[in-house]
């Protein structure tokens, strides 16, 4: 028989629960052990609702408290020696290398966090040490979830990140050298143990995520799966059969070492279907194919007929029994239920499926193949008659829209003149100091905020209630920033629930949901708006609010949007039109927003594309090309209709410029922020070494973190930027948007960025 497998589940919970518990242990409001209770039950819940839609094979240890690779961290023993020192207890260790700690005189910054492959997740670096050793915890949390589901009645399938991959994605500690892929042979140990520990607790198979073989993996990593595997393999039955798991790739250019001996090879088939005849030619003689048909990484319904052909076209190579039917990679990346959606359009709502509905799809489809269409032969109807529905649905096309995009033209993504020509008359009109100092835009969403909000949208206060609100928010925020003495303001984002989300309910071709929260990183979740047809702007977005912002304010003022990529890819996009075409009709509602803002007196606009990077094609090559051309224009369109006095700023957030160093160039931004932290100033060089002509904030301190920098640190920090950039091209800022903050700690900080910013001011002006 075809089995059913799903590859993770959502941590949340229906109604963020994890997020509120998580939250509240942080603020001293509940105990360790309700914490603790509540993650159990949010784990026998999941399990629960996998059982009921009969899903054969269910995982285990996909959740964790902050992140699912810090959970390997803590348990392998791979914590720096600088939360270790202060005797933290084991969650709160675990939480300080999440999102540091600053309390009774312990004050430990977090480890890096940066992005799950091409996802809006985000994952805990391994940080490793020069001569690291390992040691497996005493009580592993795969043992220990395993256990629980036992108890429950549950039988799953743990889930661990493989060895290749763990190292693979860390990196070394500040100051040492080691090449964490050399650390293999001290790493397996562990997973031995732990292995031998699984079975012993009677795991029949085990989940090992190795999606790093998507990559073009350098020579040492990918030389290290061959002998990584092999190991496991001499320990027989000792241990757990092992599912080689991949996703959001193909592994095609690196199918010369996919292990043979292991018990199954997962492979992401709603990414690239066309991988499928290679990878079955390169299964070892018994190894099963673990099919991955239902999308992890989107909300819409699955096409049964699509993918009950995949799975059939692998059964007729391998036979029933060496095929299983599996979503594409976790749904992490999905809500929770659809089932919470009530406010949808009956229409749109018909077309998606989020994660416990993802779970029915994927038992169906292995009934159809197991037993027959005719088993399930209501459920094929009614998933044909919808995707029919939608397919000619008058809701997703706009010929309006296909019009206007028709007649763009090459002149349309290039602003007037050059950047010297622009940057003096900029300069003419701002007249700003050296080392200006600003914000990326967000100042934090306070409680009042988010209650405001809510009762507006609830319709509890009018509408004018709310905007004079914000217009009070938004006093205070220029107040605010007159008192440190800053030199270019932002308005706040008080009026935005999230960067993306305030955008899609504004856009015509967009739905949004009111319960459809997908975790981004430790207790932070978006909710995802969808497109669900062609976009335009029905009325414009955010002048309203800073128009207000420039008319209580002295100083220059900095018009906030997201840019046209960072709103596709942090939205679920159609998936029957090219994402170029989405982020080109983005771009052009964004331009027209841009030269309102401009015409409301605007004179600084920042555009943000901290999700331009994520996107790129995991893989080097002609899709890359293309991602960062269309990418690039898209932009472009969206900023180039304003006159050459206007500034137009970007934002990145992600660090990783070595391979993506030419498409920022060629943004034209007349000024970058990026996040640069908790990353080695070395970084910077490639802004030397391609002789970067704008101006650039490289951010001084790290957001994510409560912790208050010092003076000295952003000194610091300004004095390693310093060696690579000239005094003339740098801002200082922060690394990222402040929302997440509390208004003690942003205050503080900011009083410290700016003192630090002033000494070199006096310093250079001599
Ligand atoms: C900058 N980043 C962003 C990413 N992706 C985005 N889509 N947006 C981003 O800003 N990716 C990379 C980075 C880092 N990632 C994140 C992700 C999420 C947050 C964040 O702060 N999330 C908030 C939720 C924001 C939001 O939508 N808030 C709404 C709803 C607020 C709410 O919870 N309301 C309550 C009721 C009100 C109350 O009583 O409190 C409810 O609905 O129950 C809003 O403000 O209206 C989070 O809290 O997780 C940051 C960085
Ligand atoms: N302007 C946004 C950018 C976040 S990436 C903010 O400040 O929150
Ligand atoms: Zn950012």
């Not at 992140?67 to 207890?89: C, E, M, S, W």
């Not at 930027?721 to 900011?750: F, N, S, V, Y």
Request: hydrophobic letters at 40%; charged letters at 25%; aromatic letters at 8%.
């Amino acid at each position: 028989m075809v089995q059913s497998a799903i590859l993770g589940f959502p941590r949340m919970g229906v109604n963020r629960d994890l997020k509120k518990a998580t939250e509240a242990y942080w603020g001293g409001k509940i105990s360790q052990a309700d914490l603790l209770a509540e993650a159990k039950r949010l784990r026998l819940a999941h399990w629960k609702i996998q059982q009921d839609a009969g899903v054969d094979v269910i995982p285990s240890n996909d959740f964790a408290l902050y992140d699912h690779v810090l959970n390997q961290i803590q348990d392998f023993g791979a914590v720096p020696p600088r939360y270790t020192k202060d005797g933290l207890d084991l969650v709160d260790q675990y939480f300080a290398m999440g999102r540091g700690h600053q309390k009774n005189g312990i004050d430990v910054p977090s480890l890096e966090m940066v992005k799950w492959f091409d996802s809006n997740y985000h994952y805990v670096k391994p940080t490793l040490q020069n001569g690291q050793t390992f040691k497996l915890a005493d009580e592993p949390k795969a043992v220990a979830a395993f256990n629980e589901a036992k108890e429950a009645g549950i039988k799953t399938r743990p889930v661990l990140v493989g060895p290749v991959s763990f190292l693979h994605l860390g990196k070394a500690d500040r100051d040492q050298t080691v090449d964490p892929i050399d650390l293999l042979d001290a790493l397996l140990p562990v997973y031995e143990q732990l292995l031998v520990k699984l079975k012993e607790a009677g795991a029949e198979t085990v989940q090992i995520d190795e999606p790093t073989l998507v990559f073009d993996l350098p020579a040492k990593s990918k030389a290290a799966f061959k002998p990584a595997y092999e190991k496991l393999a001499s320990l027989g039955d000792k241990i757990p059969k092992l599912v080689f798991t991949t996703y959001f790739g193909d592994i095609v250019h690196n199918l010369d070492v996919l292990p043979k001996d292991v018990y199954a090879v997962h492979v992401d088939l709603v990414r690239n279907p066309e991988q499928l005849d290679e990878v079955i030619g390169a299964l070892g003689p018994n190894t099963i194919l673990s099919a991955g048909v239902v999308d992890g990484r989107n909300i819409w319904k699955t096409n049964f007929k699509r993918a009950i052909e995949t799975v059939e076209t692998a059964v007729q190579k391998l036979g029933k029994d060496r095929v299983i039917a599996a979503t594409s990679s976790s749904l992490l990346h999905t809500p929770h239920t659809l089932a919470s959606e009530k406010k949808l359009d009956a229409e749109i709502a018909d077309w998606f499926s989020f994660a416990s509905e993802k779970a029915v799809e994927i038992a169906t489809i292995a009934k159809a193949v197991t037993e027959g269409p005719a088993a399930v032969r209501e459920q094929l109807e009614a998933n044909a008659k919808s995707l029919q529905a939608r397919a000619s649905s008058s809701r997703t096309n706009d010929p309006k829209v296909k019009d206007r995009q028709s007649k763009v033209t090459d002149a349309d993504y290039k602003r007037k003149s050059e950047f010297p020509t622009r940057i003096s008359l900029q300069q003419k009109k701002l007249n700003l100091p050296l080392f200006p100092t600003t914000t990326i835009g967000s100042f934090p969403q306070t409680k009042e905020i988010r209650l405001q909000r809510n009762r507006f949208t609830k319709g509890e206060i009018t509408e004018a209630e709310y905007d004079k609100f914000i217009e009070k928010e938004i006093e205070e925020n220029v107040k605010i920033q007159e008192e440190l003495d800053l030199d270019v303001f932002v308005h706040g984002e008080p009026e935005r629930n999230d960067m993306v989300q305030f955008f899609g309910e504004r856009l015509d071709g967009y739905a949004f949901t009111t319960h459809a929260w997908v975790q981004s990183y430790g207790s932070r979740c978006v909710r995802p708006p969808i497109i669900v047809g062609d976009i335009s702007r029905p009325a414009p977005m955010t002048v309203k609010e800073s128009k207000y912002a420039v008319s209580v304010s002295k100083k220059p003022m900095k018009g906030m949007l997201t840019g046209p990529v960072t709103c596709l890819r942090w939205s679920f996009p159609r998936d029957d039109v090219h994402q170029s075409v989405q982020a080109e009709q983005l771009a052009l509602a964004l331009r027209d927003e841009v030269v309102d803002l401009q015409n409301a007196g605007v004179g600084v606009i920042q555009v943000d594309e901290p999700a331009l990077r994520e996107g790129l094609p995991l893989r080097a090559g002609k899709e890359r090309t293309a991602y960062l051309d269309w990418a690039v224009k898209a932009f472009r369109l969206s900023t180039a209709g304003v006159e050459d006095d206007t500034q137009i700023h970007s934002h990145f957030c992600y660090s990783e410029f070595q391979d993506f160093f030419h498409a920022i160039a060629a943004l034209d931004a007349d000024v970058l922020s990026i996040e640069n932290s908790k990353s080695d100033a070395k970084l910077l060089k490639v802004f030397v070494d391609e002789a970067y002509p704008r101006h650039i904030g490289p951010g001084v301190y790290d957001i994510h973190s409560p912790r208050v920098p010092s003076e000295q640190e952003i000194k610091d920090r300004i004095q390693e930027m310093l060696a690579h950039l000239k005094p003339e091209q740098l801002w200082i800022d922060p690394d990222c948007g402040l929302k997440t903050r509390q208004w003690k700690e942003t205050k503080e900080a900011l009083v410290n960025l700016v003192n630090a910013a002033k000494a070199f001011r006096a310093q250079y002006s001599k």
